[in-house]
């Protein structure tokens, strides 16, 4: 725990801690940012919003955070300041999770622990594969989350734009339509199928030239033989 010295110090100095409008106390901010620096030139009286938003100005972003805790900001910008904060730690080596899996005291470690948090949550029923979904894109159900995180939600086939989409082409041009449109396409003189690589639309490259790839002819090998390291293998 921080030394609480500098408060007493201001107040020698200074005499009461002044209090906004909501009655809460000032913070006595360390100008240089070195706690240590107990100095009266070095410690100035800063409303809560003013403490938060020069730490932010700073990016002191741990400090941000501890200060946060006594604000009433919106939850996004709460975890963009934790996130913030975590990565600078992250950065400098000094985050918990790099500490303890240093000398060996994280959680990850320790197989007891995994192991007592998944009887946990198996009992309770909170286990990912115990915990049901429903798709909002194509109202499938289901269990276990992993699937719900890999098939559905954002990554779900029915949001894909070719979805409900068909390819027609009429020997000069293909393109994609509707499923409903494809009987007054036949009559148009369309058929169903891209047709031809050559009537494929290609997609533009950053130089902004299209065209085909050339085809890729995969070399296969045979299997490298141990006993007669000796031999050159042909394809």
Not at 33 to 52: C, F, P
Not at 72 to 90: D, G, P, V
Not at 173 to 180: A, P, T
Request: hydrophobic letters at 25%.
């Amino acid at each position: 725990m921080r030394n609480r010295e500098y408060i007493k110090i201001y107040k020698q100095h200074h005499g009461e801690i002044p209090r906004d409008s909501q009655g809460r106390s000032y913070d006595i901010h360390h100008i240089d940012g070195d706690y240590t620096n107990n100095a009266i030139s070095n410690l100035v009286a800063l409303s809560i919003e003013e403490h938060y938003n020069l730490h932010k100005k700073q990016e002191d972003w741990g400090a941000a955070w501890s200060v946060s805790k006594r604000l009433n900001i919106s939850q996004e910008e709460k975890s963009q300041t934790t996130r913030n904060m975590n990565l600078a730690r992250a950065r400098a080596g000094t985050h918990w999770s790099q500490i303890s899996s240093k000398n060996g005291t994280h959680h990850f470690n320790n197989l007891e622990w995994q192991r007592k948090m998944m009887d946990k949550q198996l009992s309770n029923g909170t286990h990912s594969a115990h915990q049901s979904w429903t798709c909002e894109k194509c109202g499938k159900t289901g269990k276990h989350m992993v699937n719900y995180s890999r098939y559905h939600g954002d990554n779900c086939g029915a949001a894909s734009v070719s979805q409900g989409r068909v390819w027609v082409n009429n020997g000069s041009v293909s393109k994609m339509i509707n499923k409903d449109q494809l009987e007054q396409s036949k009559t148009e003189g369309w058929i169903p199928g891209r047709g031809s690589a050559e009537l494929t639309p290609r997609r533009t490259n950053a130089q902004g030239a299209t065209g085909r790839a050339e085809p890729y002819a995969r070399k296969t090998t045979r299997p490298y033989n141990k006993k007669n390291s000796n031999e050159v293998c042909e394809p």
